[in-house]
């Protein structure tokens, strides 16, 4: 996969003992990055462990307090993002920042008009450069599709092609992968490797260890700011990584022992859901989730699951069919009935559903028991039994907080998610619906909210787990449905699942698909 | 970037430093606005040819301003014509703060005062022979019941059909000063009088506790604040409607109902501007007249960004602003600046405030961690994020 390369030319990029220091905290601390010309490189590390800093003073959104940066052996001061997009470095975000109902061409051309005249973009002379770079590098695209018609591994290359088109050497992909099948990601890689091989350099940000070993020529990990290793995937496994970058040995999977399903919890007959602009994305769904067993769900994103979920927490009014909790009918719901009943629920997107920033921690884990005993009495707050409660979550679910009257936002991603994770779990559930619980989060985090998980299963809770990540989804889950355009396609065991298969599945729904076998839902 | 910077304690800022994060881009604003109100006297000076330039007259200016609200030694009178100017700002300013508490940008505070006013007289008159500790409580329900009918109308239309409360609010001004006028020269007018006017509200007048005009409205005015701190701070409903206000789709999720939230907040900022108007009229006039007009349903709402939503915080803004329009007059007398001054400065508060982000970036200041900015509330439910639109 890599050029080999006898001598090495001067690095592409060199970043010489950068260093940032925020208000109380040292981002970046005396970082050595040196990126060859036609190569791979993975910066690897926590969240927080400083690699966005890096990035953003390398694209010029940040000024380092001290060290340089180096292209092509001369030092240089990058300014902004357009000086460094003028000096070859571009950016893939890992939120596309693409204009949905324009076209490709249009897409790319923002920012960086060709233009015919002063007055008018030569669309003829963009298309042709387009569909020249798409020759390139394999991956031809329509430069008149609409982007919002594009799935999300092509929208993808619809960034890669913008910063080819402006003429980047050095390309930084932040997460690429975060939001990608298997075969999408894949094929990214292959797309990567050909940039490479035409001399481009790449700087690939991530926290999956497997990827990293199977992508990179040379692999940085940073930790809490500084250079902790660097690393050639030869040499190197995911345990060896992972201790690096978390500074301690983890473990990667969690022991999640065999389950013991008991009386089915939830039961879920011919449901049907619409979205908001009335279109129906959950086309008559029939599942069981037993006591004691943890059912994934996987599927591309926007397959119907949000719905589902917000159907199963009340949220959502179902079109047809029935919900059934524990024997009971819980169809339409109300959110706090179900939460009195039992469910509990981690939403994918913790800011906007879980957490209110500007509130404390102690008020955030009263979120949705705030109006009964203790926390209440009467119509008054009983800030003195909600203070108790919210130290003891604190200290049950290792809740890395000064204080209980902390404001939210001064935590860390980790640290709120077990924030929403004390709150829905702390108590006695039925179901626990699981809306990719660990988005964003850094491997010890994971590995926790995973073990807790694993726990509530064995403490004879039905769990629900959505998400996108199929490597959550096979880690977890003792069975595993595949949702595609709102129908589950296949219920399969989860122990013995096949990633490809499955992956598979999630992108074509191809009930077709050899060597999944079908097993009652 | 990375984990939350170690801090001593219980993880917030020093009391000092969280109260000057609060106290600064207020205090800054209004030092800003004193500033741009010296300019413009000093300019006007320049326009008015033939007289001598004086460099101290806004120091004139400003100084006779604050004997006009003060008084120099302190007096009673000057002091109290500052409260009587400074209680209906309150009240309505407590309204406003309210709605923005739970992410509603009530302007129908005006209309609320109004109908306040129209409903306290028009009890008030039908009660005038009753005894005072009867006719006064009856006429101040009225106020209020008035008031949060007017508040009741655009929560309800925005729970139901998202209609924004800005634009429903605003027409709900004009009808109220319509019908105010309607009713004062139709329904209540006193027959053969030269110009529309009601009949007096005799025994639901409030009685003078002290001074000219210290009326009992004011007391009712500033024990408010406690309620309304009361009510956010320390009760469970208090808490939805902060969380409603700070993420209604949090709120959803934790299974709080916004819509219903949105119709009660609304009524009772309504009543609390309905109070305002109330009091305004069974203290002070005790009739109202076809024409009776005011601008406190406006300036609350500068009263309220200035108290950034906080009771306290609207305390303090509104004998700000009920200050200067108590001490207007003197400035106008003695030092020939027009009492208009005093809306320019008013304005100029606001506009410092609403630029909020430009300041802090030019001033260096932090963020403020422990209140939640009511300006981001003002953009912010204008068009997206709305509440009822869920």
């Known amino acids: 996969m890599t050029i080999e390369t006898a001598s090495p030319p001067a690095p592409a990029l060199e970043m010489r003992g950068i260093t940032k220091r925020y208000p109380g905290v040292v981002a970046n601390d005396h970082i050595d990055l040196e990126v060859r010309p036609g190569e791979i490189h993975a910066l690897l590390g926590e969240n927080g462990a400083g690699k966005t800093t890096l990035m953003n003073i390398l694209y010029g959104l940040a000024r380092p307090d001290e060290g340089e940066i180096l292209l092509d052996g001369r030092p240089v001061t990058i300014t902004g993002p357009s000086d460094a997009i003028a000096r070859g470095i571009s950016m893939v975000h890992q939120h596309f920042m693409l204009v949905p109902v324009l076209s490709v061409a249009e897409n790319i051309l923002l920012g960086e008009e060709t233009m015919a005249n002063p007055v008018f973009l030569d669309r003829r002379e963009a298309r042709r450069r387009i569909l020249e770079l798409g020759r390139r590098f394999h991956f031809e695209i329509e430069p008149d599709a609409r982007v919002s018609t594009l799935s999300v591994g092509w929208q993808q290359r619809v960034e890669i092609l913008k910063a080819l088109y402006r003429q980047a050497r050095i390309l930084v992909l932040d997460e690429p992968t975060a939001v990608l099948t298997p075969q999408e990601t894949e094929e990214i890689f292959a797309v990567l490797r050909r940039l490479a091989a035409e001399g481009h350099s790449i700087v690939f940000i991530s926290h999956k260890l497997y990827e990293v070993l199977e992508i990179a020529d040379r692999i940085t990990v940073i930790r809490r700011g500084r250079v902790v290793g660097s690393r050639i995937p030869s040499e190197t496994n995911e345990d060896d990584l992972a201790e690096l970058m978390v500074g301690r040995e983890v473990q990667l999977t969690v022991d999640r022992g065999a389950s013991h399903p008991a009386e089915v919890a939830l039961r879920i007959e011919g449901l049907r859901v619409a979205d908001d602009r009335g279109s129906e994305v959950v086309r008559g769904i029939d599942l069981d989730v037993r006591a004691g067993e943890i059912l994934g769900i996987a599927g591309v994103a926007g397959n119907g699951q949000d719905e589902l979920v917000e159907a199963l927490i009340g ?81 049950a679910f290792d809740i890395r907080t000064p204080s209980v009257h902390a404001q939210m936002s001064t935590l860390s991603g980790g640290n709120q998610q077990k924030v929403v994770v004390g709150r829905e779990f702390g108590r006695d559930l039925r179901l626990l619906v699981l809306d990719q619980p660990t988005r964003g989060l850094d491997v010890g985090s994971i590995e926790f909210i995973h073990r807790r998980t694993i726990a509530k299963r064995d403490a004879g809770t039905a769990v629900l787990l959505v998400s996108a990540e199929l490597d959550e989804i096979l880690e977890l889950s003792d069975r595993i449905a595949v949702m595609y355009r709102g129908e589950i396609v296949a219920v399969v065991d989860g122990p013995t699942a096949d990633k490809n298969a499955i992956g598979l599945l999630m992108a074509t729904g191809g009930r077709a698909a050899a060597g999944v076998e079908q097993v009652p839902a | ?55 101290l007259l806004p120091f004139r200016a400003y100084a006779a301003l604050a004997q006009g609200a003060i008084g120099f030694p302190p007096d009673l009178n000057a002091i109290v014509s500052t409260l009587v100017a400074t209680a209906p700002l309150l009240l309505a300013g407590l309204s406003v703060g309210l709605g923005f508490k739970a992410g509603l940008f009530n302007i129908g505070a005006q209309g609320q005062f109004l109908m306040g006013a129209l409903g306290a007289v028009a009890t008030g008159i039908a009660v005038s022979s009753q005894p005072s500790f009867i006719a006064i409580p009856l006429a101040l329900a009225g106020g209020m019941l008035a008031g949060a ?10 729970a139901l059909s998202g209609a924004h409360e800005v634009v429903t609010t605003i027409m709900l001004n004009y009808v109220a000063i319509s019908l105010l006028a309607g009713i004062v020269s139709g329904p209540l007018n006193v027959p053969g009088a030269p110009s529309p006017i009601t009949p007096d509200v005799g025994n639901a007048a409030l009685p003078i506790i002290f001074g000219r005009d210290a009326h009992l409205g004011l007391f009712i005015a500033f024990a408010a604040v406690g309620v309304v701190a009361w009510l956010l701070y320390r009760t469970t409903f208090g808490f939805e409607v902060r969380t409603v206000g700070a993420n209604s789709d949090a709120a959803r999720y934790a299974g709080m109902h916004p819509r219903l939230l949105i119709v009660v907040i609304m009524s009772l900022a309504g009543l609390l501007s309905g109070l305002a108007g109330a009091g305004d009229t069974l203290g002070l006039q005790h009739h109202l007249t076809s024409s009776y007009g ?31 329009r108590a001490g207007a007059p003197l400035m106008q007398i003695s030092a020939g600046i027009p009492a208009q001054l005093v809306d320019v400065l008013q304005a100029t508060v606001l506009l410092f405030l609403v630029a909020a982000p430009v300041l802090r970036r030019v001033l260096h200041l932090r963020g403020t961690p422990a209140a939640i900015d009511p300006t981001p509330t003002f953009t912010g439910t204008y068009g997206g994020n709305d509440v009822a639109g869920l």
Do not use: C
Not at chain 1, 322 to 342: C, F, K
């Open chain 2, 294 to 324: 005011t601008t406190v349903g406006f300036d609350s709402i500068a009263v309220a960004l200035l108290g950034r939503s906080n009771p306290v915080g609207i305390l303090f803004a509104s004998l700000l602003f009920g200050g200067m």
């Open chain 2, 1 to 55: 970037m990375s984990g939350a910077p170690a801090r001593a304690g219980d993880g917030r800022p020093g009391f000092v430093r969280r109260s000057w994060s609060v106290v600064a881009l207020p205090l800054i604003s209004i030092v800003l606005a004193l500033v741009v109100g010296a300019v413009i006297i000093l300019a006007s000076e320049l326009l008015i040819p033939g007289q001598a330039f004086d460099p």
């Open chain 2, 149 to 158: 009918a007017w508040g009741f109308i655009p929560g309800i239309l925005k």
């Open chain 1, 315 to 395: 949220l959502r009014r179902p079109a047809a069919g029935r919900i059934t909790l524990a024997g009971h009918d819980v169809t339409g719901h109300s959110p706090r009935q179900l939460n009195e009943a039992g469910v509990a629920f981690v939403p994918a997107d913790r800011h906007r559903f879980g957490l209110v920033l500007p509130f404390d921690v102690s008020d955030n884990l009263v979120l949705t028991s705030y109006y009964r005993s203790p926390f209440a009495r009467g119509i008054l707050r009983n800030d003195a039994a909600i203070e108790t409660a919210a130290k003891e979550t604190v200290a």
